[in-house]
């Protein structure tokens, strides 16, 4: 507040000899209404206008894809320390049954590429890894489901911010236009602030999308090189006979 007191006490100052009368006290009070006025983040958020709506809608899209991909993820990644080993036993003794059945009970992707290559054993190496390479990339994609919208967001949302500043500015520079004789900075910036908030929202909504998008994808990351470990373990059990 004290700085505020002395830019205005130094404006006033060095304005005195260079603005009519009138015209100055019009902004030493829209000024001092400035420094006294507070307004809570909502009512700042009403501000904004129409463009807040869907800066809105892609917030609470983006933060529920974020929490329920993370949950699918989290539980995805989830790896049971004896399957291979029951999965070895099985096959050396010739149970592919059961085998299959203890994919089926563990119910994760990994155990669904071992349980895809089961099926395969018999034909060719190539075919096997070719079958488990296809589920696998299927398996990612049905993780991945709503990262496009969050990249989507992360680059629009800001975009719609600009948008929304651009035509705030617009109808700001009307109004000041419109008031002819009664134009005053008050009127300028009461349109600029509101025009603002947009690039504000669209930045924040942005910036979560971006941050929530790469968190994920880094998550991600981690299943697929579990996904790809399981393959090659299984790959090389079913050469373990050969190589006697």
């Not at 809570?40 to 869907?54: D, F, R």
């Not at 539980?75 to 059945?101: C, L, P, Q, V, W």
């Not at 109004?175 to 908030?197: K, P």
């Not at 994920?216 to 050469?239: C, H, I, P």
């Amino acid at each position: 507040m004290a700085i505020l007191n002395f830019i205005m006490a130094a404006f006033q100052s060095v304005s005195a000899d260079l603005l009519p009368a009138d015209t100055l006290g019009t902004m030493q009070q829209a000024a001092e209404t400035v420094a006294t006025q507070e307004m809570s983040v909502w009512e700042l958020t009403l501000k904004g206008g129409i463009i807040m709506i869907p800066l809105a809608i892609l917030s609470v899209i983006s933060i529920y894809i974020l929490i329920e991909r993370f949950l699918a993820i989290k539980t995805a990644a989830k790896e049971d320390k004896t399957f291979m080993k029951r999965i070895k036993d099985y096959i050396h003794d010739g149970e592919i049954e059961s085998a299959m059945n203890l994919c089926k009970k563990t119910d994760t992707p990994y155990s669904r590429l071992i349980m895809k290559g089961i099926s395969r054993i018999g034909r060719p190496m190539n075919d096997v890894l070719v079958a488990i390479e296809n589920t696998g990339n299927m398996e990612i994609t049905a993780l991945g489901k709503g990262f496009n919208w969050l990249a989507t967001t992360a680059a629009g949302a800001p975009m719609l911010g600009f948008l929304g500043t651009v035509t705030g500015m617009v109808r700001a520079f009307f109004a000041l236009a419109s008031a002819g004789n009664n134009a005053n900075i008050a009127v300028l910036a009461s349109g600029i602030y509101e025009a603002l908030v947009t690039t504000v929202a669209g930045l924040i909504v942005g910036i979560i999308a971006l941050f929530a998008y790469n968190f994920l994808v880094s998550r991600l990351n981690k299943v697929m090189n579990q996904l790809e470990a399981k393959t090659m373990e299984f790959m090389d059990l079913l050469n373990e006979p050969a190589a006697k």
